[in-house]
């Protein structure tokens, strides 16, 4: 079975500084790794995905991430945050079962972004 | 490109009574079909999916249904809602077949539904 575990449940940073958001993963295949994003009372939004091509993904909104084998991790990085990073951030690994996706959610971590 | 709306954004229910969440996809055809449940402080649980009409998977025993009467319909059901209901629902979609594209999940603006 498939999981995933963000190891910071809250993360809390200036604005202007780097962000770093921990994700590992357990997988018995070659795993699709997603890094999604919720704003306050909102949907999520796709920031990238790992899907066996290069290993650092680049995203939206100045994210990329860098899928580690050897280490199962998907961390998720951005080199200066801005105050509209504030959100909850998911890691989400594909379970790809014949004809449909089943997506396995972390726990979130929330990002603050202080002044 | 592909849209997907989902309504209504926010409900607030009495217990015993019953609920009706409503998806529609635009500008694709025969979309897999999700729907998720967000409990408050929690991730996200996979409560349904289908893969085409009429064909609905149930991931978790629950009080809740769905069906899929339409290519680009997914709705959310229940008869009699309990408290333990409430909480954030989204809809999603995804490519019919998996590829670089296909395993990406997208997802609506979701639903808050609080049962009283």
């Known amino acids: 079975a498939q999981s995933v575990t963000q190891l910071d449940s809250h993360v809390s940073v200036s604005e202007g500084t780097p962000v770093l958001l921990r994700c590992n993963y357990s997988s018995s295949y070659s795993p699709s790794l997603f890094w999604y994003v919720q704003h306050p009372n909102k949907g999520l939004q796709l920031l990238l995905k790992?899907?066996?091509?290069?290993?650092l993904v680049k995203g939206i909104n100045g994210f990329e991430a860098e899928f580690k084998k050897s280490e199962t991790s998907f961390h998720l990085t951005k080199p200066s945050a801005h105050m509209s990073d504030a959100a909850e951030y998911f890691c989400?690994?594909?379970?790809?079962?014949?004809?449909?996706?089943?997506?396995?959610f972390g726990q979130g971590t929330r990002l603050t972004i202080n002044p | 490109s592909q849209t997907i709306h989902q309504w209504p954004a926010t409900l607030v229910q009495p217990v015993g009574s019953p609920l009706s969440l409503e998806c529609t996809v635009e500008g694709t055809s025969n979309p897999n079909l999700y729907w998720y449940r967000q409990a408050a402080g929690r991730g996200l649980q996979l409560l349904f999916y289908s893969v085409g009409i009429g064909q609905i998977s149930s991931e978790v025993p629950q009080n809740l249904s769905a069906s899929r009467p339409q290519d680009r319909q997914f709705i959310l059901s229940s008869k009699k809602l309990l408290l333990s209901d409430s909480g954030f629902y989204l809809c999603?979609?995804?490519?019919?077949?998996?590829?670089?594209?296909?395993?990406?999940?997208?997802f609506g603006e979701g639903s808050w539904l609080t049962v009283v």
């Open positions: 989400v690994v594909s379970d790809r079962p014949q004809g449909a996706q089943k997506l396995v």
């Open positions: 999603a979609w995804s490519f019919p077949f998996p590829g670089s594209s296909g395993n990406t999940i997208y």
């Open positions: 790992y899907t066996s091509a290069a290993t």
